[in-house]
């Protein structure tokens, strides 16, 4: 009996993938796709579910199970697809035995991200096609669809969501799940000249990806959730995915050409779409990726000229650009202004700048960097958010894995100026490990500092090789990082608190005076993980010690503010600590040179943790 759930975009394509028969998922966790996975772990052992290092071995996985004939789904934020690029690119080429969606989730305006990519330009590099939901329904039944396709046509299919569509909660109909063999896998089919991509073989498939992709264009023209909507002539709208949402609203009385599949485009619907209204324009977010084909086909159409290119799309953006040339004649009244003018309503929110949380253990070491005034080549993590003031401790951020080759590359150019880097431990195992081998094969006088706080905490406490546990709950070997550090060939190595400033400083300072690669492992647990909550026990002020030097308002703690009192000598301000926001991890205490900030007692946490 089919129910009705009110679900998340996320939640719907894991509940998709449930349904029609994925046997095998993997990802690498990245805002705004993470709960995809994590919601599909909670089918238990219908799905095996894993996290990977990273997201080329993700797909790598996926391919390979439905290699064996399993049908599949490898996850990624957008980003992540340039690391799985590889991989997309040699499956389009092989084809599967059964089906394999990519799931790849945009960041349109970048909310945790480094740019903004439209990922529908992989799907036409290499020849996949890509499906786009425009709610939670859609994104369910577009997994069955993209698993279909798949198999019909003999090559992954790419299922392309953004933020709004990953995060927005919508009513979706559930069914039952497909009744497919989930314990015993197929006998492997042998096929070496579909499979093995020798230069001789991939000649051979190239001309088939090519016919492939005609067969899905022609495919296009009858798919389902590409579909006209007929009303007034006038204007003509061509969308997809959540702009399709805006577009409704701003629009309601336009005839709408609603594309779920934006690759490749079905031609003949969108010519005759074109021909029957008066003005064409097309809402997307990001690149002019529909427009531009809908050019080159000969066909007037008008988009980024009037809606922006940069960062994501809302009804009020839309209205208001549509209003600036004229598609919107006259101002929407809203039914609260009694007087039947035109209401204008902030709906902007006020900032809120993201900032490391009290407590957080990468805030000691920046501490320590800034005293011995370092270069820091940053990394992707939550030690990202060094780089804001008052801290200003983190200098470059490019992609997961970058600081450490970075910084290698400093080493080589002969700068003389001290420079390290850091990198979160789950970063360290999804695209660390190489970096830091060919520090240690090529031999630079690289100092590595790896921020080691037992989890994947930016995008919400996922396991990782060297947490001890996996995705589905089962226990494993938890990597040691330090082990493996030295077997690397790196000598010097050492292992600290993090929240211990006296012995970052000592490990940092060996580590800059040794000659070739060293390697700081600052380790302790993320304060918001359960374990280290039980821990937390607030810090107070001795007002008549502070004398407002402010030294302590540089460790950028959220927990420490400005009070009121004022000393009487200095005139500044002294500092108080909010005692719902401290976690009690001493690196205030440790930077204040008149001993103001009082230590824990031991006595304080032997009842701290009786009460625990």
């Known amino acids: 009996m089919n129910t009705r759930e009110l679900l998340s975009g996320n939640e719907a394509v894991a509940r998709g993938a449930y349904e029609a028969g994925v046997r095998v998922a993997a990802a690498y966790p990245g805002t705004p796709s993470t709960e995809i996975m994590e919601s599909l772990a909670h089918y238990g052992d219908a799905v095996y579910c894993e996290w990977s290092p990273n997201e080329k071995v993700a797909l790598d996985v996926a391919i390979g199970a439905a290699y064996a004939g399993s049908r599949a789904m490898a996850v990624m934020k957008h980003v992540g697809l340039n690391v799985a690029a590889d991989a997309l690119f040699y499956v389009s080429m092989t084809g599967l035995e059964a089906g394999l969606v990519v799931v790849s989730a945009d960041d349109p305006s970048m909310h945790s991200s480094q740019n903004e990519q439209d990922n529908r330009h992989y799907a036409r590099f290499a020849r996949v096609p890509c499906l786009e939901p425009s709610d939670g329904q859609e994104a369910k039944d577009m997994v069955r669809g993209a698993l279909d ?156 000229a009037i809606f922006p290119i940069c960062g994501e799309l809302d009804p009020t953006i839309v209205r208001e650009r549509a209003s600036e040339v004229g598609l919107l004649s006259r101002s929407v009244t809203l039914s609260g202004d009694s007087r039947g003018g035109t209401m204008h309503v902030d709906t902007s929110l006020p900032a809120r700048p993201p900032l490391l949380c009290p407590g957080c253990p990468h805030r000691g070491v920046f501490v320590v960097t800034n005293r011995l005034k370092l270069v820091v080549n940053g990394d992707i993590g939550c030690y990202t958010l060094g780089f804001l003031p008052p801290l200003s401790a983190l200098h470059t951020c490019g992609c997961m894995g970058a600081s450490i080759g970075q910084a290698h590359g400093v080493s080589k150019a002969g700068i003389a100026q001290k420079n390290v880097a850091v990198i979160g431990d789950s970063t360290f195992f999804h695209t660390g490990m190489p970096a830091l081998l060919n520090v240690a094969y090529n031999q630079s006088d690289t100092v590595v500092i790896i921020l080691d706080n037992r989890t994947t905490a930016m995008t919400g406490h996922q396991h990782h090789p060297g947490t001890g546990t996996t995705l589905m709950g089962q226990p494993a070997h938890a990597v040691d990082i330090e082990a493996l550090v030295r077997a690397f060939g790196i000598g010097t190595v050492h292992t600290v608190d993090s929240y211990s400033l006296k012995e970052v400083e000592a490990a940092l300072r060996d580590c800059l005076e040794a000659s070739g690669p060293a390697v700081v492992i600052a380790r302790r647990e993320c304060a918001l993980l359960p374990e280290a909550r039980r821990d937390w026990v607030a810090l107070s002020i001795d007002n008549a010690q502070c004398n407002g030097c402010g030294l302590c308002f540089q460790v950028g703690c959220p927990a420490i503010v400005r009070s009121e009192e004022q000393d009487g000598k200095t005139g500044r301000n002294k500092a108080r600590i909010d005692p719902l926001l401290c976690t009690g991890c001493e690196v205030c205490a440790q930077v204040c040179p008149r001993k103001a900030i009082r230590f824990r007692e031991e006595p304080v946490l032997r009842k701290e943790a009786e009460v625990a």
Do not use: C
């Open 149 to 304: 396709m798949s198999e019909r046509f003999d090559g992954p299919v790419m299922l392309r969501l953004t933020t709004r569509i990953s995060h927005s909660d919508s009513i979706v109909d559930l069914e039952d799940a497909r009744l497919v063999e989930r314990i015993t896998a197929p006998k492997y089919r042998i096929d070496r000249r579909k499979y093995v991509m020798v230069p001789g073989n991939a000649r051979l498939r190239h001309p088939i990806i090519e016919q492939r992709i005609q067969q899905v264009k022609e495919f296009a023209e009858t798919f389902a959730y590409n579909r006209a909507e007929w009303r007034d002539a006038s204007l003509g709208i061509v969308t997809g995915g959540i702009a399709y949402q805006y577009a409704r609203e701003v629009f309601p009385d336009a005839s709408i050409l609603k594309l779920g599949m934006t690759y490749p485009l079905p031609e003949q619907m969108i010519r005759e779409f074109a021909s029957r209204v008066e003005r064409l324009i097309v809402i997307e977010e990001l690149d002019p990726f529909i427009e531009d084909a809908i050019r080159v086909m000969g066909i007037p159409v008008e988009g980024k």
